[in-house]
């Protein structure tokens, strides 16, 4: 394929709208990276006086603006509107006079996150017809400012972009000034007055033919503290998954530095970047992208051969599983799988080398092929019933696409051409037509004593889409992938469906060369690919050592010379429903967690260990839980977000790596008891439970006078408290001030009798959360009057304090102070957050100065060790700090000269 042409989206004009770069002689720097996209929150870049209205609507993988596509000559040609540049274009003698990189700023209607400048976060429009600009960000570090002089000033236009100082993503971020644009041919001026003029040989003309469509060349600037990534991407691999990551990529990282794989494959990729230190590849696809990439870099001969990391999207996977990357990606978060691969570990990869020759000796039953589909083993190769069931597989798959565009379609079609395989044996005779030789000693006998219907020459722990065949407690040595050594597996019909229930094969022997001579068409398989191989002579040899990336263990730098104290760690479970709903939000998936129990575990038990803890648990509390045993891990402190963990991964991480107080599992299916209305409305007090539509939090202000207000003196709108009856309040009520502070309510009737209720009488009730939440305080009032509990706590320990502070609702807060002030300071069990901390967080500073003034504690500290202070800084919040710190010096001044505050 010529590296001019690249994949096209549509034709506007005579422009040609690429979702790849151009890396031909006609690239341009700044070109858009055009895909269409259906997104209805954002408005035609071009704006409303210029724009059409017209066509499609596109986005821009790498700076993620959108237009008509009718719009684009507007955007590019009248404005003048480029992406960010990928590349120089200064001729090849200048390119090392500039190398650093000015900021792409874009405008930006919506924009996440907080403004570099101020600290306060971007507060988008509601309503879809405003077309307010509200942030300032870069392509390239995605800094972010507000809209506004303060924030954002003219001299910011022409700052130096460090690609996301720092971000890891700096350190393996191609720079722009690395990839140099040659000049075009005959535009190149010699320094010599005049050149000699040389005969044109047929060597050199092929020569010059391999290099004529080379446009571009890579200069980099070597440096320990950078190791830059290319990344190879099957669109195709995954269903869907692979077209949508190509974009993620582009837009985190030089779109330069990531390939698309149907466009000629890796090997313009690695040829350009084969010179750059330090440099490191990862293939998103399955375990023939691996594959793949690892021929070509074998190929190319480039030494020393960069180290290859997986983020597997294909069926098996098997590969991925054994360095560490699981058995397929769900919903990590790209940033962290691009972190994980700058600090992954290198290990080597035992390769091996497959010589088939006709056997002269045999013949031929069926139809067969002459040679193997790959001549290179990195996973594993085998004859017989399995690789059957594969080439079985691979010819539905090439007559009906459309039936196999996911991971879960491509196993099911598995296990059922499988079981009919295995019903009707045969390959049980497969010993009969297979003479072996391992290391120069004939095995042929034992495999017929075995009467195995596959062999398997394993040269990684996992095959099949994540099954053990090998035994370690055979006696023989463990396996390694660099250990020159090649594990020989004998399975039966009775061992392979057991397989996927964690059972192994027959472990025959270890060696470091192997001769197979077949005398029938059988079916073979290397990696996956699978065919009918006439009769042949197949010599197996070690060829070389490739260097991979596992996924480093977090927790394997943990000390282990001394014993370490058992964690006791509460285990806390989230719906799907709850999880689909509050990804984006932290704070609100752990209100609507419900506790399962607690554990104690080994601070070096991995979470394949926890997992069989926390299923003897669900079993011994099995009513109150009502959860399946289909679960898995949630991280909780890594990202910015909750995201699941695979369980292809679980041997990789520990407790302490997901989690910090609260350990939270995701139930990926259905109940194991059906459950009631009642019991879905007691059991999560999440304020999803009532169907309530979010609450939008608006950004607090200092007013021009210097105190704490909010935006409005109206609490947000909140959906009206339905009480399930009415509670007439006849009697007159009175305060009391018991010993403890708190005050109890004397009730007179209309007989003048009186009526005090003691607080070890009061009630708890969760109607009393509810109306918080929603800011009923008639209703409050009620159910106080009526014996029930201020101090009613939910299943995550929250006050009514906690709900009145984190939705804002002034007078909540104001009455329950004034009856209960004893649960100020009470803490949550989630977070260790008292309402102060709540407060903070929501930045309803009215509220803070409402729970101060009461009497809250500013020394108190969360789950992290944040004071209500200190969590206002980390929250960029000056101006609330300050006023905390002046109210600890009021405090600490008042306590001296004995005063009460």
Known sequence: MNNSEGKSVGDVGERVLRSTPDWGETAINGDHLWVPTSVSGDFCYVGDNDCTKHGPRMKCSACNVVAHQNCINILVDRIKFTCKPTFRDVGVRQYREQTSIQHHWVHRRSEKGKCRHCGKSFQSKLSFSSKEIVAISCSWCKAAYHNKESCFNIQRIGEECRLGQKSVHSSIIVPPSWIVKLPRKGSFKSSLRKSPKKRASSKKKNRDKDKENKAFVIKPIPSTNVTPVIVFINPKSGGNQGLKLLQKFQWLLNPRQVFDLTQGGPKMGLELFKKVPNLRVLACGGDGTVGWVLSVIDQIGISPAPAVGVLPLGTGNDLARALGWGGGYTDEPISKILSNISHSDTVLLDRWSLEVEKNTNAEANEEGKENLPLNVVNNYYSLGVDAHIALEFHEAREAHPEKFNSRLKNKMFYGQMGGKDLLKRKWKDLADFVTLECDGQNITNKLKELRVHAIVFLNIPSYGGGTRPWNRSMGVSEPSTEDGLIEVVGLTTYQLPLLQAGGHGTCITQCRSAKIITSKTIPMQVDGEACKLLPSIITLTHLNKAPMLAKRKCGKLIPTQTALDNLKINVHRISMSEYEQHHYDK????????????????????????????????????????????????????????????????????VSDIACENLYILECGGSTVPQTPDDDETANPSPSSNNQTPYIIPEMRISDEGSLDSPSDQPPMSPKLQSPEDYPVEEEEIPVENQNGDKQIARVSPDASVKIRSPLTERPNELLLKAAKAGDLKTVKELHSQGYSLQTKDSSGQTMLHYAARYGHKDIMKYVISYAPSILNVKDSILGQTALHKAVVYKWRNICCILVAGGAALDVTDHRGLTPKLLAIQNNDQE??????????FQQVSSDLGTVV
């Not at 752990?590 to 926390?614: C, F, T």
């Open 587 to 654: 704070d609100l998936l752990a209100q609507a967690a419900i506790e399962v129990g607690k554990i104690e575990v080994n601070p070096v038990s991995d979470l394949e260990q926890v997992r069989a803890q926390i299923n003897k648990l669900i079993q011994e509390t099995k009513d109150q839980t009502r959860i399946s045993h289909d679960w898995c891990f949630v991280d909780s402190c890594t990202a910015e977000r909750f995201f699941r963990i695979d369980r292809a991964q679980e041997n990789l991480h520990y």
């Open 880 to 889: 609330l700090a300050t006023y905390f710190e002046s109210q600890e010096h």
